[in-house]
C-alpha cells in the first residue's frame, strides 16, 4: 500500500569521542572534554583500535558547523522535507549542553546561556 502525503526527514548527528581517526578520514574527534573512551576499542574490517583522547576545541570548530549546513542543503536538493540535528545520547550536541560532560570556560562553556548558544 503506497503512503499518501508521508514525510521524511534527514537526521544528522556527530559522533563525537566516539569517531576514530581510522573511520575518520584521519581526522581526531572533537568533545568540550578531553577523555577518551575506555575499556573498549574501535572496529574496522581488518584492526582493532583503542578510542584516542579527543581534542577539545578552541572555538566550536568551523567544519563541524558548516558541515552540518552543508548536509542540510543536500536534504533539501535530495528532496527530504526536513532535517533533525540529534542532540541526545551523548554525540556532541548533547556534550555541550550537559554540565557533566562540558567543563569548558568561555563561550560555549559554564552558564546555561553558554552551553546551548552552539544550537543556535
Known sequence: MLAVNGKIFLQLWYG??????????GAQPVEP????????EVHSLKV???YVVPRE????NYQTITGF???AENA??????GVEVHCANGYLL???LRDMANKRAGYYGGSIENRVRIMF
Not at 16 to 25: D, E, G
Not at 33 to 40: E, L, Q, S, V
Not at 76 to 81: E, L, M, P, S, T
Open 16 to 25: 563525537r569521542r566516539a569517531c576514530h581517526p581510522l573511520l575518520n578520514l
Open 76 to 81: 533539501q536538493v535530495a528532496d527530504f522535507d
Open 94 to 96: 548533547d556534550e555541550f
Open 69 to 71: 549546513r552543508k548536509f
Open 33 to 40: 572534554i578531553p577523555i577518551a573512551i575506555t575499556g573498549d
Open 57 to 60: 576545541p578552541v572555538m566550536m
Open 48 to 50: 582493532k583500535k583503542l
